[in-house]
């Protein structure tokens, strides 16, 4: 049996990702909110998605934008409350639009009650809900905490004269899963969501939560030669995690009919399957970073080389499909809220390239096997921001980030320089643009962040109004997948011209019926040869019909196009 065969409704769907925060404020606090995105229901089914995966919307100090969750039971106040999630759970589904909720359990926040009762005693009932290391053993084994400036993944606690883990900041503290009931507490949270009706988890950072509790010294040797170098290898490495995946699979995600899909931190394609082989019962779907790291300048933060090997990036997704060829199922992404805009970053945002790019892009994302997980804005063609000042940022991670720069003396400028194609998430987190108007129509409050000055021109009601715009392009390239599930969803992939440097081309098949998927992913176009194949009907283009010539296709810059084969 191959892939084709194994049909599930999560696997021919269309996720759309909202960033709350961001998309739409109802009651002028500069903050989204859940009666905003209620609001904006018709306008999500309009594009023709079939699943809403939201980022975390508890009761949250805001530390990491919702990462770091104080109540799992709680709406975060700035969104809202309780009567308004069902509300809009319940809008959703009249309109059938799933939902998919965030489950961030690697980690609690450090202002969680769990929490603040293991910290203040070492006999504390809770105390075993978190890691710890007695400072009388001296100082804890190397661990990496990200979003701390000093890089160490290990907090002090004066209190109980102890550090305890934290993968992220020090806000995160991480949750103890070798307990027995920490992982009770967290299924039967997960119950309580889905008996509430919700249609998922997307779930944060999962390959990270089993630790070896000896805490072994780590050296850089055992992680080149055990690791891939890694330490997010490493961290996705505990000995507990499968076991403890198939028991929250048999003890809640096997009694509802959801879609779950683990943020693949840390996983490779030879691990993944681990993860996502149905025979093993443990989650539906992952998503890999191999792409999304592909193009960064070593040495530096997320800085981006404007000659990242397009050759590269076709072997990336390739070689994943592949993995899935025969069980399984993929995900493909190039946009989320730990990303840049991808028109910044993979197409063209200058005004003469960022139509034809951004189309591209979306041709990319709508015409490759696996489950689409679109991120909002990108529909219109949002762009990086691209701020000149570290004020301007508020993620965590940008800050820590600039802050190690600075303590070390380095380029701080070339740094601010770097985020602008490169990194900083704030680029993909600026408000949704709405209209032309004050602030995008995002708010009439001051925004959290700012909105970027292209909502004159990139806002949804121009974009509703022009036939040829991205927004509607989007749309088309949606139904398409839908009226062709066979070849678009489930068909058999196979990579054409693999040493092409300008073009990505490939080809989707099934039943007997081939379409070639052509992409050019520079200013200057590119050429590819036919071969033996003959064109039939263009099922979309982005730009004008293509020109061929002595069997050869000129592309012009960023043309995507979709064919028949005869
Ligand atoms: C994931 C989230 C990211 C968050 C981190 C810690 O990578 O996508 O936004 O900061 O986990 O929870």
New binding site residues.
């Given amino acids: 049996m191959d892939t084709a065969s194994q049909k599930k409704w999560w696997k021919e769907v269309v996720v759309y990702q909202i960033y709350p925060r961001s998309f739409k404020d109802s009651d002028g606090d500069g903050i989204g909110d859940l009666k905003g995105i209620t609001s904006k229901l018709d306008y999500v089914k309009s594009l023709g998605v079939d699943v809403i995966w939201l980022?975390p919307i508890y009761g949250s100090p805001n530390a990491?934008?919702g990462?770091?969750i104080s109540n799992y039971d709680d709406i975060m106040k700035e969104f809202g409350t309780m009567a308004d999630f069902d509300t809009m759970l319940s809008e959703m589904h009249k309109r059938n639009l799933k939902l998919v909720m965030d489950l961030?359990v690697?980690?609690c926040s450090d202002e969680h009650e769990w929490f603040k009762q293991a910290r203040s005693s070492r006999t504390n009932p809770y105390r075993n809900y978190f890691h710890w290391w007695p400072a009388e053993k001296g100082k804890p084994p190397f661990r990496p905490g990200?979003?701390e400036v000093d890089g160490s993944g290990w907090r002090f606690d004066s209190l109980t004269n102890s550090y305890y883990l934290h993968y992220?900041s020090y806000k995160?503290p991480d949750l103890n899963w070798e307990n027995p009931k920490v992982r009770q507490e967290i299924y039967a949270m997960m119950n309580r969501w889905f008996k509430k009706g919700v249609d998922g988890f997307r779930m944060?950072?999962i390959p990270f939560i089993a630790k070896d509790t000896t805490f072994p010294v780590i050296t850089q040797k055992d992680l080149d030669a055990k690791y891939d170098g890694r330490w997010d290898v490493y961290q996705a490495s505990g000995p507990g995690l499968h076991s403890y995946l198939q028991e929250m699979n048999k003890e809640v995600l096997s009694k509802y009919d959801i879609m779950t899909v683990a943020?693949g931190?840390g996983t490779t394609k030879s691990t993944v399957m681990d993860f996502v082989d149905p025979d093993r019962k443990e989650l539906d779907m992952a998503y890999h970073f191999d792409g999304v790291s592909l193009g960064y300048v070593p040495g530096y933060f997320k800085k981006m080389d404007p000659n990242w090997s397009l050759v590269a990036f076709k072997k990336i997704y390739s070689d994943w499909d592949s993995v899935f060829e025969n069980k399984g199922w993929g995900t493909i992404y190039l946009g989320?809220?730990?990303q840049p805009r991808m028109v910044s970053r993979w197409g063209n945002d200058a005004p003469e390239y960022h139509d034809a790019s951004s189309k591209m892009l979306t041709t990319f994302l709508l015409s490759m096997r696996g489950t689409p997980y679109y991120y909002f804005g990108d529909e219109l063609g949002m762009t990086n921001i691209k701020f000149d000042k570290i004020e301007d940022y508020r993620d965590?991670?940008t800050i820590a980030e600039y802050n190690k720069v600075k303590n070390a003396g380095g380029d701080v400028k070339g740094f601010i320089e770097d985020q602008k194609t490169g990194g900083a998430?704030d680029n993909g987190r600026t408000p949704f643009q709405w209209d032309a108007g004050l602030n995008g129509g995002f708010t009439t409050g001051t925004p959290w962040l700012k909105v970027n000055d292209n909502k004159s021109t990139i806002n949804v009601v121009a974009e509703e109004k022009d036939a040829n715009s991205i927004l509607n392009y989007f749309k088309k390239m949606v139904q398409l997948r839908k009226e062709h599930k066979d070849i678009m969803v489930y068909g058999k992939y196979t990579l054409l011209d693999v040493d092409n440097p300008d073009v990505y081309a490939y080809t989707r098949e099934a039943g007997g019926k081939k379409v070639l998927v052509l992409l050019s992913f520079r200013k200057t176009g590119g050429k590819f040869n036919l071969g033996t194949m003959q064109l039939g009907k263009e099922w979309i283009n982005n730009l004008q019909p293509l020109t061929v010539q002595n069997g050869v296709v000129n592309l012009q810059p960023y043309q995507a196009c979709v064919v028949e084969l005869k």
């Fill in positions: 980022n990491d934008n990462y770091d961030v690697n980690h990200n979003f992220f995160q944060d950072v943020e931190a989320n809220h730990d965590i991670e998430r």
